[in-house]
């Protein structure tokens, strides 16, 4: 599922010396992404808020949209969130990527994607 969940401003204005950005959630859970756009879109800081429950989905909202960061569960199914990670550094390396794990330790959360 995605949806553009934020009405964007415009990107030229600053806010607190620095461009809005637009944020690419990737988590399978919908309870996850609700919890992390809730937190997210009031930010003054951010223009546009993204979901994604794929790895395919955020590759073709990435191309879209072009957000500044992306927000990436580990444990997705097909593709993993550790693969998707490194695709999308590869492909834009421009793009702040964060890898999210509910496991307890990284090593874990590699094991589990």
Do not use: F
Request: hydrophobic share 45%.
């Amino acid at each position: 599922m995605t949806a553009l969940l934020a009405e964007p401003i415009e990107v030229d204005e600053q806010i607190d010396g620095c461009c809005p950005q637009r944020i690419l959630i990737v988590d399978e859970n919908e309870l996850i992404q609700a919890g992390l756009r809730s937190v997210l879109v009031d930010a003054p800081w951010v223009a546009a808020c993204y979901l994604a429950g794929t790895a395919q989905d955020a590759v073709a909202i990435v191309r879209r949209h072009q957000p500044q960061m992306v927000l990436v569960s580990a444990t997705l199914s097909g593709r993993s969130g550790l693969d998707l990670c490194r695709l999308l550094k590869e492909r834009m390396p421009h793009i702040k990527v964060v890898l999210m794990s509910s496991e307890g330790r990284i090593p874990g959360a590699l094991a589990a994607s």
